[in-house]
DNA sequence: TTGTACGCGTTATCAT
DNA sequence: ATGATAACGCGTACAA
């Protein structure tokens, strides 16, 4: 051995200086050996009670704070799982992120959200940064990703989750609801009620598989019913209040025949009826609105909103739950977790 | 030397397989050592053009992945930073959120956001598992803290900023705007409006310093107005559409001299004004209704609402450029940053 | 129940 | 410009 090493004071002659202690100094405290205090943070029923309270009392009063950059380091588990959302300033998936933090918090891992703007290359940028950072399990928004993604979540070797979309075909597991059958089934909702000329107002369906299936959904329900299939009754747009209010008076000037329009996300729709109180269009009477999330506004809105409920707390639990099994050894279940939607029929249609 | 190391094989017999390359492996592949890999990684500008390229050739034909665990305990650097927000349902810090990623993920730096549910002691936790990961540096809301989150921070010795409050002894810095002048300086607008009774409704004041210092900035706008501070007069409940309509409710069945409402969140005020409608009150005939966030909802909302615009995008982006200065090894400016605010008259009043 | 010895994969230092 | 070597602080197999 060229350098001191065990049970003599580190060198502190080069680097900066350490500021806060390490596991030795409390060992060096309660007078055991480094692992004693090791197992008293991670394995405390391996340690005898007497010196557990020993080394316990050591750490409290020290105010030591474990190096998990190391421990994660030595045992080849980070604790830290790595989430992909589109944006972050939207409600819906905070929802989702909720949901996952009340379950994996309990477990002490923690979450690391990245947003990737509706764009695949960015998505696969926070992918690799995740490995990087060694995340124990990663989380995808949707079933739709490049190949660079695809190449680096198939060599991870790591429980990957995809959301908020169903396929046949998942990298791992995916936890979600058909965006299909929720919109065919509001389309095919508003039929039964009565309503025979139908807008919809959608997001942009580039890179986006949630509002493309939304979209083909109301298509193939306008086929299935008898329809007919306009392009003028249909809009796309971003996801805001002012785009639904746009989208309505667009859908309505090109097509005045039209007594419902079923937007493809919430936001969208309680724009449109902020827009006929603005026209003094009467809801449901003049122009029926259903939307599509049952956010929080829906019910509130006057008149309240007939919507699909959709599982995004639950989508976030779900995962949670699945995760923590994998990561516990328990071998992967189904491959698909249908989650379902519920339609929420309220006043405005 | 008891093992072998260096350019040999390592040994594969004991432990889990490695799953993924390691920085050898790109070495051996490029004809180089392990240090030059690391060069060409982390400074390119010390290693010579031909070699570099050799290098990340090798480096994109194997896919390597960087460990940056590994990376963080040799070189103190997590390139993480803690956030502690109240709660991530709300597209208010969301925004913030928005900011500081828009700055800071330019320079590889990844958000941990961790959700103490205005709760002092999760925050405290939130601050340990921080600490323990080595964040660069820690984001907390609010300039009211336990003990043991303020003793943690004091040792911390990393930038620690406070946000969307304003104090004269921060932790570190705060940036934010002042909740006490932004409530009061409502108060006397609505004054100037003419109207003389006016309602209150905020958030729990328990714990948290934002919503707290709204309703005193209220009052204390009231009491230099010479207009009488009545107890009957303010409701305080939590931030959602449905107890912003309750709340208006209440106040105007025990005041109905009201004629306006002044609700410290845009939320409240939200619900206040779909309560209007289901009753058939007039905004702001009957009664006005003004928020406070000049969130997303206020300029479509029917009528269009008066409101105070606070920074919270600028927040975030504010302090990620502080906080990439300070990491980069400039001294701290300032200790208290105002980012102000304005109200934004519109319909509503 | 407790301790010893080694390795985790990288960066920093120093030498060439 | 490049390389050899020693930390970084902790977890874990194995021994006692």
Not at 244 to 260: N, S, V
Not at 293 to 303: H, K, Y
Request: charged share 25%.
């Amino acid at each position: 051995m060229k350098t001191p090493k065990g049970t003599t004071t580190p060198d502190e002659s080069k680097r900066p200086a350490r500021s806060s202690k390490r596991m030795m100094d409390i060992a060096k405290a309660a007078g055991v050996s480094l692992v004693t205090v090791s197992r008293v943070l991670n394995h405390p029923g391996q340690v005898s009670p007497r010196t557990r309270e020993r080394v316990q009392s050591a750490i409290a009063s020290a105010n030591y704070v474990p190096d998990l950059v190391a421990g994660s380091l030595a045992s080849r588990r980070s604790k830290i799982i790595g989430v992909i959302i589109p944006t972050i300033t939207n409600s819906l998936f905070a929802d989702t992120i909720q949901g996952l933090t009340d379950v994996v918090e309990k477990a002490d891992y923690k979450l690391v959200i990245g947003s990737s703007r509706y764009d695949l290359d960015a998505e696969a940028n926070l992918a690799r940064a995740f490995l990087s950072r060694r995340a124990d399990a990663l989380i995808l928004t949707g079933v739709t990703h490049n190949e660079t993604t695809l190449k680096l979540l198939m060599n991870a070797d790591i429980p990957i989750f995809e959301m908020w979309a169903l396929t046949d075909n998942p990298i791992d597991t995916v936890v979600g609801f058909s965006n299909f059958e929720a919109a065919s089934s509001m389309t095919r909702f508003l039929y039964e009620e009565g309503y025979r000329n139908i807008g919809f107002m959608g997001g942009l369906t580039e890179n986006n598989d949630r509002t493309m299936m939304r979209e083909k959904g109301h298509i193939a329900a306008l086929h299935d019913l008898g329809l007919p299939v306009l392009p003028e009754r249909i809009e796309r747009t971003v996801f805001d209040f002012h785009s639904g209010a746009q989208a309505l008076k667009h859908l309505l000037q090109r097509c005045p025949e039209l007594d419902a329009v079923f937007a493809a996300s919430d936001v969208l729709a309680v724009g449109a009826v902020f827009e006929c109180h603005r026209q003094g269009w009467s809801v449901p009477g003049r122009i029926a609105i259903a939307g599509l999330d049952d956010s929080i506004i829906a019910a509130e809105l006057v008149p309240p909103l007939t919507t699909i409920r959709i599982p995004r707390y639950d989508i976030g639990v779900r995962i949670g739950e699945e995760m923590l099994s994998r990561l516990n050894g328990i071998p992967r279940g189904q491959r698909q977790i249908d989650l379902g939607f519920t339609i929420i029929e309220r006043a405005s249609t």
